[in-house]
């Protein structure tokens, strides 16, 4: 057999040195003593090797996640729920990691998503006395960790932007160790701050933005059960502008009488598909028999989400979107939907990919079949399920589907509603007509809706607000 050329790791430069080194351990032993080693213990427990060459804001964010305790609320594999790498995609296409690597923004937009509270701060609007504030604060709890986006030439590394936790900080020295997720290229290792701080405090050139630092916290309260927006779509950028500025600028200058020429005017204005950007989110799993049936988690998982559903659609704001559209001669471009089945067999062909721990390359492939059946069962309580099936040469993928009082799954019409929910009631006070200004404002309240409801549009509404603050 040939041998095939390759690396094993690389030699550590200076100033960098190698926790496992004698000199690395007593500054370990120095920090612990100082009591800013707190969360690298939790950190240890989980760090991982990043699975790609360019997953290292995956497999940062990932390493973290598991390290604060959040629950993924889906299935990694077998019965276990577990944050992986391969989980993270919702802001961008995992092939496309792993060609490009990921922003700094949608590092952000992933822990979110994710059920994470992150506070990401540019180093454009920062300082290295700020920095090394973070640092010693988040290095001395268990409960907040920092994940650090940098430049490794600046510390006389081999390659350019890198992401990885901070495990430590050694006060005296003034020196922070990073946990490279990149292992297999470089070992954990003490570097001093301010070395840290300029390779932080540089520009990313893919998008013209200075890279940072992010501190990653649990959220007390859940994440989304059956909504969220993606960052996905090329256009995101021009979605985010149009709610925080342009949609403003559309209700006052529009000539609106009634609410359903608010309703006109938004979806007439609004940029690409509605339903590109904010998701519903279904529930892969392999198939673990024949007769579809859900255990006590998945069915409770989709009673909850079934429950959010009927909610939305006993709103004020559902029902007059609801009847318009119904008069409406032609659908507006913005609502234009994939079919169920399509859904499914997209969703099933990724599911697939993810499950058996590959990368998908496309929407569809050959070895999946867009519905082979689709069942519904129930929890004997109300709640409906559909279980699609998609056919895969090594074994069967189901999609967990929620079902409403009247269709079938969340439709666009169930996408626009939570939308226009999730926007600040400023907006509303935009409308020139003082009666549709109030009939308006009084449908976009949310202090009053069910609370599953109320958390759901909450959580959209700060997906949002990371979207617009990091608007690459």
């Not at 000199?23 to 790609?52: C, V």
């Not at 909610?311 to 559902?318: A, H, N, P």
């Amino acid at each position: 057999m040939a041998a095939v050329a390759g690396l094993y790791r690389r030699v550590l430069p200076l100033p960098g040195i190698d926790f496992t080194c004698r000199e690395g351990k007593e500054i370990f032993r120095e920090a612990l003593e100082d009591g800013t080693m707190e969360g690298f213990f939790k950190l240890i427990a989980h760090f991982q090797t990043q699975a790609e060459p360019a997953f290292c804001g995956l497999a940062s964010l990932s390493m973290v996640l598991n390290s604060l305790s959040i629950d993924p609320g889906r299935k990694w594999k077998g019965p276990w729920r577990w944050f992986d790498e391969s989980m993270l995609d919702c802001c961008e296409p995992l092939e496309k990691v792993k060609t490009d690597g990921i922003s700094f923004a949608k590092v952000t937009c992933l822990g979110e998503c994710s059920g994470a509270r992150v506070e990401a701060v540019r180093a454009s609007e920062s300082s290295l006395e700020d920095f090394r504030s973070v640092v010693k604060k988040c290095c001395s709890s268990e409960d907040e960790h920092l994940i650090a986006s940098y430049n490794r030439q600046l510390l006389k590394q081999t390659g350019t932007g890198h992401f990885s936790p901070i495990g430590g900080y050694h006060e005296r020295r003034d020196m922070a160790l990073i946990l490279d997720v990149a292992r297999f290229k470089y070992p954990p290792h003490w570097v001093p701050l301010n070395v840290l701080w300029d390779a932080v405090n540089t520009v990313d050139v893919s998008t013209g933005k200075s890279r940072g630092f992010m501190v990653v916290t649990k959220r007390s309260e859940p994440p989304s059960l059956l909504f969220t927006s993606s960052c996905k779509v090329e256009n995101w950028r021009d979605v985010s502008r149009f709610l925080s500025q342009e949609l403003r600028v559309v209700v006052r200058n529009g000539k609106m009488t009634s609410v359903e020429d608010v309703f006109s005017a938004i979806l007439e204005t609004f940029p690409g598909k509605v339903t590109g950007f904010v998701k519903w989110i279904v529930e892969v799993r392999r198939s673990n028999d024949e007769s579809g049936k859900l255990d006590n988690d998945e069915m409770q998982r989709l009673t909850l989400k079934t429950n959010v559903l009927n909610q939305l659609r006993s709103t004020d704001m559902y029902k007059r979107l609801a009847g318009w559209l119904k008069s409406t001669p032609s659908c507006p471009c913005a609502l234009s939907e994939k079919s169920l089945t399509d859904e499914v067999g997209e969703a099933s062909c990724q599911g697939k990919s993810l499950l058996c721990g590959g990368l998908h390359k496309s929407k569809s492939c050959a070895s999946c079949v867009s519905c082979k059946r689709m069942t519904r069962t129930t929890d004997g309580q109300g709640a409906g399920v559909l279980i699609g099936d998609g056919g895969v040469k090594d074994g069967n993928v189901q999609v967990i589907v929620p079902t409403g009082s009247c269709e079938l799954h969340p439709t666009p019409v169930d996408v626009v509603t939570v939308l226009l929910l999730a926007q600040p009631s400023e907006t509303w006070s935009e409308i020139p007509n003082s009666e549709v200004r109030l009939e308006f404002v009084n449908l976009g309240a949310t202090d009053k809706l069910p609370d599953l409801l109320q958390l759901e549009v909450v959580h959209l509404q700060r997906q949002l607000r990371v979207l617009n603050c990091s608007d690459e």
